[in-house]
C-alpha cells in the first residue's frame, strides 16, 4: 500500500518547505499535487500549494480548489492583498471521491503576445508515476492581460493550508507534490509521501524531499488514527 498524509480539515496541520535560493518559483510556474478528497466540492476553498502569508505582505502565489470543485490559481506581484484569480471553467468531474488524482497547474509569465497564460491539467495515471512521467488533460486554459511576476516572498512553501496553517486548510489524502521555476522544467521540489515511514511524534517530522529540501509535517496530535493529521504507509 502506498503511504501519504491524512489531513482532516482542522486549522495548524499542513507539510511546509523552507524558501531558499533553491527553492523559489519567481518565473514560469509549474506545480502538481497528488491528491484525494472525500467530497469534491468542499465547503469552502482549500489550498494545495501556496508561497502565500499575509503577514508582512508577503503574498506570492496560491493553488487552491475553490468550494465549486474548480481549481484555482491567484497571485500578486507586489505581495500585497490586491492580487489577479483565476478560477477554471470545469470541476472535478474527472475524479471520484476518495480515490487519487493528479492536479498540474501552469503560469506562463510572457506567452509572447504581452499577455500571460495560465492552464490546469489532471490525470488518473497511478500512484507510482513520477510527475514528470504523468500523461495529462487540459482542463481549462486562460490568459490574462500583461507580462507579470510572482512576488519574491520570503514565506514557506506550503502544502494543505495558508498562511501559518489557519486558512483554506485541506482535507483528504496527500501523496506527491512538485514545483518548478520553468513549465516542465527540472523541479525546485519533490515530495514524495508515499515511501514516508510512520512516525510517532507529538510535534513535527521532518525528512528530505528527492531534491535535499527539508520538508516539515506539522501536526497538533499523534499522526494516528483519530487525530488531525496522520502519516499513513
Same mark, same amino acid.
Request: proline residues 4%; glycine residues 8%.
Given at each position: 500500500?502506498?503511504?501519504?498524509?491524512?489531513?482532516?480539515? !482542522?486549522?495548524?496541520?499542513?507539510?511546509?518547505?523552507?524558501?531558499? %535560493?533553491?527553492?523559489?518559483?519567481?518565473?514560469?510556474?509549474?506545480?502538481?499535487?497528488?491528491?484525494?478528497?472525500?467530497?469534491?466540492?468542499?465547503?469552502?476553498? !482549500?489550498?494545495?500549494?501556496?508561497?502565500?502569508? %499575509?503577514?508582512?505582505?508577503?503574498?506570492?502565489?496560491?493553488?487552491?480548489?475553490?468550494?465549486?470543485?474548480?481549481?484555482?490559481?491567484?497571485?500578486?506581484?507586489?505581495?500585497?492583498?490586491?492580487?489577479?484569480?483565476?478560477?477554471?471553467?470545469?470541476?472535478?468531474?474527472?475524479?471520484?471521491?476518495?480515490?487519487?488524482?493528479?492536479?498540474?497547474?501552469?503560469?506562463?509569465?510572457?506567452?509572447?503576445?504581452?499577455?500571460?497564460?495560465?492552464?490546469?491539467?489532471?490525470?488518473?495515471?497511478?500512484?507510482?508515476?513520477?510527475?514528470?512521467?504523468?500523461?495529462?488533460?487540459?482542463?481549462?486554459?486562460?490568459? *490574462?492581460?500583461?507580462?507579470?511576476?510572482?512576488?519574491?516572498?520570503?514565506?514557506?512553501?506550503?502544502?494543505?493550508?495558508?498562511? %501559518?496553517?489557519? *486558512?483554506?486548510?485541506?482535507?483528504?489524502?496527500?501523496?506527491?507534490?512538485?514545483? %518548478?521555476?520553468?513549465?516542465?522544467?527540472?523541479?525546485?521540489?519533490?515530495?514524495?509521501?508515499?515511501?514516508?515511514?510512520?512516525?510517532?511524534?507529538?510535534?513535527?517530522?521532518?525528512?528530505?524531499?528527492?531534491?535535499?529540501?527539508?520538508?516539515?509535517?506539522?501536526?497538533?496530535?499523534?499522526?494516528?488514527?483519530?487525530?488531525? !493529521?496522520?502519516?499513513?504507509?
Amino acid at each position: 500500500m502506498s503511504g501519504y498524509v491524512v489531513f482532516n480539515g !482542522v486549522e495548524h496541520n499542513y507539510i511546509s518547505l523552507p524558501r531558499t %535560493a533553491d527553492v523559489s518559483l519567481l518565473g514560469d510556474l509549474d506545480v502538481i499535487s497528488l491528491i484525494s478528497m472525500p467530497t469534491l466540492t468542499p465547503a469552502g476553498r !482549500v489550498a494545495l500549494q501556496n508561497q502565500h502569508h %499575509a503577514q508582512d505582505d508577503q503574498r506570492s502565489w496560491r493553488w487552491s480548489i475553490e468550494a465549486s470543485g474548480a481549481p484555482s490559481f491567484w497571485w500578486s506581484r507586489a505581495g500585497k492583498v490586491a492580487g489577479i484569480e483565476v478560477i477554471a471553467d470545469d470541476g472535478l468531474s474527472f475524479a471520484t471521491p476518495d480515490e487519487p488524482f493528479w492536479l498540474r497547474a501552469t503560469h506562463r509569465v510572457d506567452n509572447g503576445n504581452n499577455r500571460n497564460a495560465i492552464r490546469f491539467h489532471w490525470s488518473l495515471d497511478p500512484i507510482a508515476t513520477a510527475p514528470a512521467a504523468v500523461d495529462w488533460t487540459l482542463l481549462d486554459s486562460q490568459t *490574462r492581460s500583461n507580462v507579470t511576476s510572482h512576488f519574491d516572498s520570503q514565506a514557506r512553501i506550503l502544502l494543505g493550508a495558508l498562511n %501559518a496553517g489557519n *486558512r483554506d486548510v485541506f482535507e483528504g489524502r496527500y501523496y506527491k507534490a512538485w514545483g %518548478a521555476g520553468a513549465i516542465g522544467g527540472t523541479p525546485e521540489y519533490d515530495i514524495d509521501l508515499t515511501n514516508i515511514t510512520q512516525q510517532e511524534r507529538e510535534t513535527a517530522c521532518t525528512f528530505e524531499d528527492r531534491r535535499g529540501s527539508l520538508v516539515s509535517i506539522h501536526l497538533t496530535g499523534l499522526p494516528e488514527a483519530g487525530t488531525d !493529521v496522520r502519516i499513513v504507509r
